[in-house]
């Protein structure tokens, strides 16, 4: 027990404190304090020491955050988490890798205990712009690595590279066709050289990923679990889970909602329905909204309406190294009636849109609806991403009530994005700063866990830094936002899009208690630094759902990783650098790369495509 916090007779003894920290509340009444008491889940007191001494009964908590910074916690308004959390434990996570070299030899190590039948599959969350090496593997290396076992590779929604014992698995050879939007690269011999492309659609590539083996019930829930943890590493104590392709209702949802009703969620989540069949997505949607409405559930898990698709035929698709894809024309009469029963029903919604083209084909169909007086009508909707949306649709959006969740896609895709599109659009991609002033609601988040990383530092450094992981600038300081507005964005603006703007998203009483303790400042430490920070201590709902540092011991208790020969049970998920040792950092790149670019010499030396030894008599560095 800390000194001056004695343990006092009271009925309204708090079940929880935590003191002696640097509070940012992100309440506008009181922005800082020292102290917060938790009963219930719920905050009631925040002050300071002395404030929260009277709550302090024999069987609270205290904990001692020493003098650290305690925010609230994070909310990630666009994260793919119940698709992400059921195949978690089998994907082994180049999020954080700093050199190809890297990932290459976890790769092999991994191939080398996945049992028969299993793949090794590398799922998102990195781009070959973090790699020292600034590139992908090739086939080669990934027969190298597993000349057995099935190895499939995603980059970004760009493409696919599957080593030779993965093309056999999912069944592709000479005679089979390329899918629609996409391509399968063949060789000379007509056969699958082992890359794959997004031509635009991303189809093929998650079509095959789907030809892989999946978990059993029971792993699942401990893949879920883990996944959640690894979410609450980074502060993180929300979700709006986006729905996604391959993510059937209610199916695929049976995960979450039994470890809802088994109290072992350490996540809220708020999810979205995404209709899966073309052709089929009004009788989904008509299905949906005559049995349910969103806020069913409780604070843990909670329908939140219908999306990112409502039709297939209005998705753009986001690949960066494709041309922007032209939209069927017509699909507007179908996803005119896709809106207007879910605003009859009183669903809000969201729209996968990236490109303005998509934007202002669908503000028409809604100002169409807005002459018959539904919208604004009071139910909440969004446009996802909007990289490229224009000021005048951002009026629009405006004028109808929408609000706009934005993610740090470019933090990865921001050099295919800065080529194809030139600097001018790049500076704009999205234009956050618009959108603010326009008074709209701006939410932010990841889109993990198929292109960028779920940490959420990583989006907060890409708001405030406007450069990608490499450090590229690619968004100008009259496109970024201060660290205080990128916080609001990832804490009480994804609460707005939820409707629970008045329980969270600020640690004031009456507030959920949730709330991280964090490892640096995010308000003072160098602004390189900021992707490096993590959560000690990360409270939900009143619960320690994750503790590490002077905490360990403190949380949870999870089962283990579940099968043992999981990725996860031998790197864990994120690979975390040390904060503050840039230069350290940087020269062990450096280093690691001319290694990784001698053994790629000693390669083509091999094979006679270069000399030996390099011809240095015409360097002038060379000559006497």
Request: charged letters at 20%; a negative charge.
């Amino acid at each position: 027990m800390p000194v001056g916090l004695v343990p006092q007779a009271t009925d309204d003894a708090a079940d929880l404190v935590v003191r002696n920290a640097k509070v940012h509340t992100g309440d506008r009444g009181r922005p800082r304090a020292g102290a917060i008491a938790v009963r219930d889940g719920v905050i009631t007191v925040v002050g300071d020491d002395h404030d929260v001494a009277p709550h302090v009964g024999a069987a609270t908590r205290v904990v001692d955050a020493l003098g650290r910074r305690v925010v609230p916690g994070l909310n990630d308004a666009h994260l793919h988490v119940i698709r992400g959390g059921l195949n978690y434990v089998l994907e082994l996570r180049w999020d954080g890798v700093p050199t190809l070299r890297e990932g290459l030899r976890m790769l092999r190590e991994q191939a080398a205990r996945t049992p028969k039948g299993q793949w090794v599959r590398v799922v998102g969350g990195w781009s070959a712009e973090q790699f020292a090496e600034r590139r992908l593997p090739t086939v080669a290396e990934l027969n190298a690595a597993a000349p057995d076992t099935p190895v499939f590779v995603l980059h970004l929604y760009q493409s696919a590279v599957l080593n030779r014992a993965a093309l056999k698995a999912a069944g592709y050879g000479r005679d089979t066709p390329d899918p629609r939007g996409g391509q399968i690269v063949r060789g000379r011999d007509g056969e699958p050289t082992g890359m794959l492309l997004a031509a635009p659609s991303a189809l093929v590539l998650y079509s095959t990923l789907a030809k892989a083996p999946v978990l059993a019930d029971a792993d699942r829930k401990t893949s879920t679990r883990h996944f959640l943890r690894e979410l609450n590493r980074f502060g993180l104590t929300s979700a709006i889970d986006a729905a996604g392709g391959f993510q059937s209702f209610p199916e695929n949802y049976a995960t979450v909602v039994e470890l809802a009703e088994a109290g072992q969620l350490s996540l809220r989540i708020a999810y979205h329905l995404f209709p899966q069949t073309a052709g089929q997505e009004l009788a989904d949607l008509t299905r949906w909204t005559e049995s349910a409405r969103p806020g069913d559930g409780d604070a843990w898990l909670r329908l939140n309406g219908a999306g990112e698709n409502l039709t297939w035929a209005a998705a753009d698709f986001e690949n960066f190294a494709q041309p922007r894809p032209e939209l069927a024309s017509g699909y507007e009469t179908e996803f005119e009636k896709a809106v207007r029963l879910l605003l009859e029903h009183g669903w809000g919604f969201r729209l996968h849109a990236t490109y303005d083209e998509t934007i202002r084909r669908d503000l028409a169909v809604f100002e169409k609806l807005a002459a018959e007086g539904l919208f604004p009508g009071g139910n909440r909707w969004l446009f996802d991403h909007a990289e490229t949306v224009s000021p005048a649709s951002l009026d629009r959006i405006a004028a109808l009530g929408g609000a706009v969740s934005v993610q740090n896609r470019l933090s990865f895709q921001g050099e295919a994005f800065l080529r194809r599109y030139g600097p001018g659009a790049a500076a704009d991609a999205p234009p956050v700063r618009a959108m603010l002033e326009r008074g709209l609601t701006v939410a932010a988040g990841t889109d993990a866990t198929r292109v960028s990383t779920y940490n959420p530092w990583v989006a907060l450094h890409w708001l405030v830094s406007g450069r990608n992981v490499a450090g590229l600038p690619l968004r100008p300081p009259a496109n970024r936002v201060d660290r205080t507005t990128a916080l609001e964005m990832f804490t009480r603006a994804g609460a707005a899009l939820t409707g629970e703007e008045e329980v969270k998203g600020v640690l004031r009483p009456g507030c959920y208690a949730d709330l991280a303790v964090l490892s640096e400042d995010y308000f003072t430490v160098p602004e390189p630094d900021i992707p490096h920070i993590e959560s000690l201590l990360t409270i939900t709902g009143g619960r320690i759902v994750y503790a590490t540092a002077e905490y360990e011991g403190l949380d949870e208790e999870l089962p283990p990783v579940s099968p043992g020969w999981s990725p996860v049970a031998h790197y864990g998920g994120y690979q975390a650098s040390r904060p503050g040792a840039a230069g350290a950092r940087q020269a062990q790149l450096l280093g690691e790369a001319v290694t990784a670019s001698e053994e790629h010499r000693a390669w083509r030396v091999t094979r006679g495509l270069v000399a030996d030894a390099p011809d240095i008599s015409s360097d002038p560095c060379f000559v006497l």
